[in-house]
T-cell receptor, first 113, second 120 residues
């Protein structure tokens, strides 16, 4: 069965610094997708970045980038130049040809001014 | 465009009472999903609607949970009677037509802000 593990319940980063959130997963599938979602307090959960497993190139979205290591089943999120608005709960998720995402337990990111 | 809207944002009820959560998906999104996050744990799939039909309800915990989507627009999730272990955040998500069970692309779900349920 597929699983997603986020081993960091909480992380802190100084404003303007870089932080990396870790995520590992387990699957026997070869084609799948990985996502990072962000949920600010009491607000909508939004998609930050996604990665197709068949693509070797790491996905990037502005200050957000991933380090996708398929063999190691690792999918970490790097946030560069952290801003106060980045403070949120971050969820790593795994999805494949259907709609049943498998989520991790989340990492709460605090950004310190 | 308006996002996925969920109501109420927070509900506090006594054990044994009934609560109904509502989700309004993005207009035109045939696919609607319910997920739940119990405190400190992962977000788990509950069920999936395609229009008004239940495509998959394998994640529903038991028969105290009833989901409906009359007319294929908004959906409700009723918990009756509520138990302590039902406390958590209930997320609704939607996706466009075609992004269903046999969609081979990257299914991108748009989530709502969630409805927090506290059962005392």
């Amino acid at each position: 069965a597929q699983t997603v593990t986020q081993s960091q319940p909480e992380m802190s980063v100084q404003e303007a610094e870089t932080v990396t959130l870790s995520c590992t997963y387990d699957t026997s599938e070869s084609d799948y997708y990985l996502f990072w979602y962000k949920q600010p307090p009491s607000r909508q959960m939004i998609l930050v970045i996604r990665q197709e497993a068949y693509k070797q190139q790491n996905a990037t979205e502005n200050r957000f980038s991933v380090n996708f290591q398929k063999a190691a089943k690792s999918f970490s999120l790097k946030i560069s130049d952290s801003q106060l608005g980045d403070a949120a709960m971050y969820f790593c998720a795994y999805g494949w040809g259907t709609y049943k995402y498998i989520f991790g337990t989340g990492t709460r990111l605090k950004v310190l001014a | 465009e308006a996002g996925v809207t969920q109501f109420p944002s927070h509900s506090v009820i006594e054990k044994g009472q009934t609560v109904t959560l509502r989700c309004d998906p993005i207009s035109g999104h045939d696919n609607l999903y319910w997920y739940r996050r119990v405190m400190g744990k992962e977000i788990k799939f509950l069920l999936h609607f395609v229009k008004e039909s239940k495509q998959d309800e394998s994640g529903m915990p038991n028969n105290r949970f009833l989901a409906e989507r009359t007319g294929g627009t908004y959906s409700t999730l009723k918990v009756q009677p509520a138990e302590l272990e039902d406390s958590g955040v209930y997320f609704c998500a939607s996706s466009p037509p075609g992004q269903g069970q046999y969609y081979s692309g990257a299914n991108v779900l748009t989530f709502g802000a969630g409805s927090r349920l506290t059962v005392l």
